[in-house]
């Protein structure tokens, strides 16, 4: 009888640690997917954030153009009222 309720406690032992470790990868797998959903964010607002500071840079190139146009007229028109 000694033996029998020694194997029916390591068999209770067994059973609540296989649900300790049955829980604690849950907790794992749930923190996990957590992280990936915050990286798949980041990457969106990364690609999001390219694409407005390439529009950017592009209207910037549009307004330096048009500033050194205006400049240059505007130079031109003063070289020649000082003749």
């Keep these: 009888m ?6 029916g406690s390591i068999a209770v032992a067994l ?8 829980t604690g990868f849950a907790k794992l797998d749930g923190q996990l997917n957590v992280a990936l959903e915050r990286q798949n964010s ?3 607002e990364i ?3 390219k694409r407005k500071f ?8 549009k307004l330096s153009f048009a500033a050194a ?3 240059g007229g505007g130079a031109t028109g003063v070289w020649q009222l000082m003749q």
């Design 69 to 71: 146009a205006i400049g």
């Design 54 to 61: 390439a529009a950017l840079q592009a209207q910037m190139w």
């Design 42 to 44: 980041t990457d969106r």
């Design 47 to 49: 690609k999001d954030l």
């Design 2 to 7: 000694n033996d029998d309720d020694s194997t």
């Design 15 to 22: 059973a609540g640690l296989k649900g300790a470790v049955d």
